[in-house]
């Protein structure tokens, strides 16, 4: 069935289907709710411009060649450790910049910071 006669519901669950029934894995990095509510309101698909089929046709022989498929959307299962950790350390690196910019931990405790007559203190 084309995208443009899919509903999301529809769309995610065929999505979900072909990555079971073809041993692949959704890619951690992809947001599969927006991309399935981004590709019903396009009408095609959003990673090969005017393709009117997702899963494409290519998405398998993809996967087996370069490991993903062109969108990034299904990727093998070993690959999968890798790139999830590999989310992992830039997710936690984007939350400790975060904190090191609003002067909160990644836990939500504040950093250490003494005011200003207690560092004078602690320098003597």
Known sequence: MRINQKTYWQLKL???EFAYSN????HPDKDLDGFCKRTVEDGHCICKDQELYCPCDTAILDCR???????RLFIRPDL??????SSRARL??????????SGQS???RPLLSLPEDKRANSRR
């Open 14 to 16: 065929d999505i979900l």
């Open 23 to 26: 041993g692949l894995m959704i």
């Open 65 to 71: 060649s370069a490991g993903h498929c062109t969108c």
């Open 80 to 85: 999968y450790k890798g790139v999830l950790e």
């Open 92 to 101: 936690q690196g984007r939350e400790n910049e975060r904190a090191r910019k």
């Open 106 to 108: 990644i836990r939500g």
